[in-house]
């Protein structure tokens, strides 16, 4: 699933095989004037390749079916390819050995599912060093996604 624009906007790069979340998070960050790109699961973003981009993040799911979030970022990384990464997880907690495991690839940033969507978006910024292209009214309503 691609929302992308033909402006010059960070690239936000989504992968996690819950379409729910993918397509959520989709439609939040394309509100905020980011260009996305979702992928299923980190084969298909291997397989398809990164898109074009200037500046860019990774937004990864941990526990994934082909290859987990870590690995990911890490083949990534070996192939040149230095993104800022969030990795999220709705089972995270009490794994030491991945927080640990993490802890050796910089600008990686651990969130919880379900996800604060102030949350991720304060990550996203500090990762890219900018905030969004524009903000939308939010009202009251609650900001966790999927």
Known sequence: MR???????????????DEAVRRALTLLLSAYGWNVAAFP????????????????????DQDMPDMTGIA????????????????????????RH?????????????LRKPIDADQLLGCIGRCLGARPAFEPDQGESDRRLP
């Open 98 to 110: 991945v927080e640990r495991a993490a802890a050796a690839i910089p600008c990686t940033v651990f």
């Open 3 to 17: 929302a992308q624009r033909s402006d010059q906007a960070d690239l936000i790069i989504i992968v996690d095989d």
């Open 41 to 60: 699961s980190a084969t298909a973003l291997m397989e398809e390749g990164l898109p074009d981009h200037g500046r860019a993040c990774i937004v990864v």
């Open 72 to 95: 990911l970022i890490s083949a990534l990384r070996r192939a040149g390819q230095d993104l800022p990464a969030i990795l999220v997880s709705g089972g995270i907690d009490g794994r």
